[in-house]
T-cell receptor
């Protein structure tokens, strides 16, 4: 089955700096890669996703890149703000198998 | 603002008791997922429904857990009998699996504590 590894487990940045979180996956059949943000006491919130036919996707201050050959994908947050502080999860899924596998999460702290 | 709702938000119960968690998916969504989140195991898929039919419940301990969708607006996850190791946050998510859509939208979760 799919195995998703996520690094780092914790990340602390200064407000205004960029943050990068990286994930690798094992199943080359995976073709959908979402990123979720989870704040304390809340459910994971989908913030951006990318499909295997695309190498990069951007939405305002967040972007995701995918390298299918190397089987890794990354989340980039620019101009970080204190409200970006949360736990971020990557995930991987194969279209024909809805068993989405999540990374272990990255706790991001943005210091004002 | 369409969102997944879950009840109860918190549940404390004693070992051996039955627990029922409820989920109302986003109106119009045709897929429903149940996940369990713990510090040790992270987010794990328990069960998955498409058009109310159970497609995958391999992640669920069958002897004590059961998941159903009595109708398109209600999904339930039942644990009977509950055990302390079932303590976790249980999330329901829904999605619309059409036109290549695989996004999953999560509810706020039910925090279950079994003593």
């Amino acid at each position: 089955g799919e195995n998703v590894e996520q690094h780092p487990s914790t990340l602390s940045v200064q407000e205004g700096d960029s943050a990068v979180i990286k994930c690798t996956y094992s199943d080359s059949a995976s073709n959908y890669f979402p990123w979720y943000k989870q704040e304390l006491g809340k459910g994971p919130q989908l913030i951006i996703d990318i499909r295997s036919n695309v190498g990069e996707k951007k939405d305002q201050r967040i972007a995701v890149t995918l390298n299918k050959t190397a089987k890794h994908f990354s989340l980039h947050i620019t101009e970080t703000q204190p409200e970006d502080s949360a736990v971020y999860f990557c995930a991987a899924l194969e279209y024909n198998n809805n068993d989405m596998r999540f990374g272990a999460g990255t706790r991001l702290t943005v210091k004002p | 603002d369409a969102r997944v709702t879950q009840t109860p938000r918190h549940k404390v119960t004693e070992m051996g008791q039955e627990v029922t968690m409820r989920c109302q998916p986003i109106l119009g969504h045709n897929t429903v997922f149940w996940y369990r989140q713990t510090m040790m195991q992270g987010l794990e898929l328990l069960a998955y429904f498409r058009n109310r039919a159970p497609l995958d419940d391999s992640g669920m301990p069958k002897d004590r857990f059961s998941a159903e969708m009595p109708d398109a607006t209600l999904a339930t996850l039942k644990i009977q009998p509950s055990e302390p190791r079932d303590s976790a946050v249980y999330f329901c998510a829904s999605g619309l699996e059409e036109w290549g859509g695989y996004e999953q939208y999560f509810g706020p979760g039910t925090r279950l504590t079994v003593t």
